[in-house]
């Protein structure tokens, strides 16, 4: 039997259709492959984000932003002088993008301008850090990556 071009290009097709569906299924069915969202309520956190985008405006108008690094002890979070610790409240979560697992949140309590997040709950690499505090009825928000 002898096989023109038009019925090459025909097989050709479906060739590279059922290699590229072989992929497809095995990249499906493979547990090794992390098909979950960023985070489990995405598409409520989506509907706030509004309010973040204002939480962030807010501190970047009243000049109030937070101080960031990291050291030996743990992530150093300075909030700016001047403030009564006291009536500051929120939290600070932690996001490991590489690992779902080890995200965590962290509330904020003061008795100084700082707050320590101990380094026994810390892995080296890339943490997204959002601090949402409130301060005498205004609500603020500072964003940071770091890599620890």
């Keep these: 039997m002898k096989i023109n071009w038009g019925t090459g290009i ?5 060739a590279f259709i059922a290699f590229i569906l072989y992929f497809v299924v095995r990249m499906s069915l493979d547990d090794r492959a992390n098909h979950d969202l960023v985070s489990d309520a995405y598409y409520h956190k989506e ?39 006291k009536e500051i409240t929120g939290t600070v979560s932690l996001y490991r993008p590489s690992n779902k697992h080890l995200d965590f949140d ?34 603020f928000l500072h964003k940071q990556k770091i890599n620890y």
């Design 47 to 85: 509907l706030a984000y509004q309010s973040e985008i204002d939480a962030e405006r807010t501190a970047m108008e009243d000049k109030v932003q937070l101080n960031i690094s990291t050291s030996l002890h743990g992530v150093r979070v300075e909030f700016p002088e001047g403030l009564h610790q």
């Design 10 to 14: 025909v097989l050709a097709f479906i």
């Design 106 to 139: 962290f509330p904020i309590s003061l008795s100084n301008t700082h707050l320590l997040i101990p380094d026994n709950r810390l892995l080296g690499g890339r943490w997204d850090i959002t601090v949402k505090w409130n301060y005498k009825g205004k609500t």
